[in-house]
């Protein structure tokens, strides 16, 4: 029994997408090479160039938030399948303004591959290339750098990107980025599975009243099954997990964005941030920013993920310096 | 026997047929532990591999090809995995139009070390290595195709037993045991169409 | 078997979801009463109110849509069922300028209903009230007054929100509101079922392997049952449809909506957008304005609908007009 | 016998009970040509009347609080045709403590008008106007409660063979034909609910 997609081959799934993207987004959006995106308006010279990237199918991650004011470019690979190198390599050639690439991705075997195969090749041309990863999702490791970059990198990118943006040099671009990294958590639970355009079949079995928590956005098994609970208990899980490790002070501002993993739709994403909102206000956090929709994806799968960005004066401000993106606007 | 740029032709030819056979399986493992696109993964490399590799003068350039065509067509972790291989491989091979078939299991210690290299994994951690390390063993020790087949599967037989600490799987802790690594079987596979032209 | 969501009690799941938009979004919106969500800026004296609404689990339709230059208001039904007289009387009452309101919604006998009764109660307290029902499903009925509103509600109403916006008087807006949708194309093909969270039961059966073409938003079924098809083909026979009935001289301006019903990921619809843009283009015909995301769902329903607006001066520039809703920005 | 405020909260009650019984049944026969939300509807809506008219002095202001609250916790299209009804029946029972049994009968007759009012169906429409109108004419034309549940219970069955033209359905065409309509369903079994307390 193969999944129902509105697609046409699978395996040229990505590539009619990227025409897609380019087709209604032509104000935004241009090319450097098939599969790497270019902002029309941001890449400067004198500015240090923010490049994103990883596998298709978490859109509008990573695609959606290439803009002025984010990311400068994003290099996109198969579903679920790191880029090889030479469009992250196409990508950093075509936004570089002289200030060095900073180069931001979840952290991921293959993309820590591709990407460090892709600066030793920018190396050869005089371009200098960092690396921050993103590891917020605190179901995948105890250990944050073995850790998942998951839906946080909205946050994250977003503020690496302001950063770029007030032309900050690499060194502090990249500090910023590390320390928006190291204040963002996330943890999610999936209610189904999602399939690939390729195979059409379900990537693992979920039986009708059980969930996933901890489940990566590949479709990467979580820390454990469990019965499906309330949207309550679900988000009181999340939060109590995050606001243990995050440790932030009465009175501290914080980042929410309450994530569809794809077919969970707003109706429950609301009534959890319902939820969300009550306990943040319990704790007393100040939401200084929320968002709630599908921002990181694993194409069809149901289930959402929470992600809390503890704030001080620094971050908050860059993240409401305004961005604006094909597909998620600041300002 | 001589092993010529025909056979080596004919070996990509196969691999892909394989990998284009063993897909959905491979993926089916993949979805247990990973994320279920290891089968589309090396498929796709290793058509684009072997349409590289014909009307190449030689191994070297041959091998060479097919690394770049697998790491463009595939990135993911696999890609740079199997591009270092392949370009190992290449070195070993060298500007030959053809090299002696008893030569041949150079080349399975060559690309081992090229993933060795690239991935940094160990033995134990529930990779591809642990097929590509005993097979690189029991080549550097003089052992038949049989032999180093028999090698690789034991290894990758033995990845059930093991908890994953490299690459996606590394998350799942003990859920990872009992299903085997998919870089593992798949490296049997691969070790497998080498041993059928080569012995 | 229950279908998998996250909610608490399905029957609060409404009034929670509520609870979890206001509590999102502070700065766009408030209500009237607990039905009745009104925008914080937008409605003053002078201007004739915008109030939109219908049941809800079509998310970010309808509340997402009010804020300023678009809806002043929106009326919340349960899902799937029209509101009441009450709310929706409730948020006319709370926003109107003294110039008139201006009803719009789909046209569904119980909205019909519904609204009608509102409108009787407003006149005993001399707020005149006028009704522009959207009817932009083609696939709906030959004959367009009987058609169902779907998708097309986010440029309809964008148009006539922006000629309140503007100042422009009720009958003025109204017109405009009436010209937009008899402008407006809509059909949508659906892929699977989605289930009401009372009953978490599939709505229909869709065995694998279908679609139903000419879905409505509240899953009834559509013109007729098919095999799924290629995207492109399925962007096809849409696009036939739809340009047969528009009947655009070469060279006008479309404003064009690929929208997913709930579990249609953004890959999938970017496929669809990439036929359609070519389609169009085949057909000399220019896009003005491109959206493509899940503007008007039906929960977790898979499927997607494509919607053009055929453009002349006013309707562009009215759609151009910024807006600034809680789920939607334009400007 | 006469009917009371007291028989009118029990018929109240038993309706909410029935509709939550029934629930899941009439939202998969809306599934089939609506929206298959009825059974919801009419449960909420029931509950909500079931919750209103108890301890109020007249039948009259029983009616009118069902209608209201019925109207408010349903709103869609039963929502106004129900709230019509009852209004209509309120001022068919009139501001009295009791009504003789031998006029309720009329109570159906006032329902029917009261939909017919609102939703403006005619009969052979598909609608719940279908099993309405034929009880309301059973009871015009004198019949006891048995017969005019079976005039409702056969307009309702007759709604198989029909092809709607009015409410969510219409837009079906043929394909609403060989199902009957949940409206016309829940009509009997309101009718029926009628049926065992005054009969
Ligand atoms: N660092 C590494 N060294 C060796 N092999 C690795 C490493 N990381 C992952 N692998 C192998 O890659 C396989 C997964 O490949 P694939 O599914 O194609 O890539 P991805 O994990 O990016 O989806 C694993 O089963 C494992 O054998
Ligand atoms: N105009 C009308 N007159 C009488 N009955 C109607 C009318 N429109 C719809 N109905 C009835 O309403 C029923 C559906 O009710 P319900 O499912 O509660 O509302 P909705 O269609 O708004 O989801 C239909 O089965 C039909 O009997
Ligand atoms: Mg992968
Ligand atoms: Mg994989
Ligand atoms: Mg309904
Ligand atoms: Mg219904």
Known sequence: ?331 | MDFTTQDLTDLFANLAGRMAAERDALCALDGLIGDADHGIAMEQGMQAAAAAVPNLATLQDQFNAAAKAFLNAVGASSGPLYATAFMRAAKTAGPRAAMPGAETPDLITAMAEGIAHRGKAEPGQKTMIDAWHPASEAAKSGATWPEILRAAQSGADATAQMQASLGRAARLGERSLGHKDPGAVSACMIIEEFAKVLS
């Open chain 1, 1 to 331: 029994m193969l999944t129902q997609k509105l697609i046409n081959d699978g395996n040229h799934a990505v590539d009619e997408m990227l025409r897609g993207v380019l087709a209604a987004h032509p104000k935004h959006l241009t090319l450097a090479s098939p599969r790497a995106i270019v902002a029309k308006h941001g890449p400067r010279p004198g500015k240090v160039a923010l490049v994103i990237g990883g596998g298709s199918g978490h859109e509008p991650t990573f695609l959606g938030f290439v803009g002025k004011g984010l990311a400068d470019a994003a290099a996109v690979g198969n579903v679920f399948a790191s880029p090889p190198p030479q469009p992250i390599v196409d990508a950093a050639m075509a936004v570089h303004g002289g200030a060095g690439v900073l180069f931001m991705y979840g952290n991921y075997a293959g993309d820590v591959m591709n990407f460090d195969m892709a600066t030793e090749l920018l190396e050869m041309e005089d371009i200098e290339a960092r690396t921050v990863l993103t590891t917020d999702d605190i179901a995948s490791s105890p250990d944050r750098s073995k850790r998942r970059g998951v839906a946080g990198n909205v946050f994250i990118f977003k503020v690496a990107g302001a950063a770029a943006d007030l032309m900050l040099p690499l060194d502090e671009v990249a500090r910023i980025a590390a320390h928006a990294n190291a204040r963002t958590y996330t943890m999610g639970v999936a209610l189904s599975a999602c399939s690939l355009p390729q195979t059409r079949r379900l990537n693992f079995d979920l039986p009708a009243g059980e969930m996933e928590i901890g489940m990566g956005i590949h479709g990467e098994p979580g820390i454990r099954r469990g019965p499906l609970k309330p949207a309550n208990d679900v988000a009181d899980e999340i939060i109590d997990a995050i606001l243990a490790e995050m440790a932030a002070p009465k009175g501290a501002n914080v980042a929410v964005l309450v994530n569809s993993l794809g077919s969970t739709p707003l109706m429950e994403l609301y009534i959890l941030y319902a939820r969300v909102a009550e306990r943040l206000a319990a704790a007393d956090l100040t939401v200084h920013t929320a968002l709630v929709g599908p921002y990181c994806t694993s194409m069809e799968m149901a289930g959402a993920s929470i992600t809390i960005m503890h704030l001080d004066e620094e971050l908050a401000q860059l993240l409401d310096h305004p961005c604006d993106c094909a597909m998620f606007r600041v300002g």
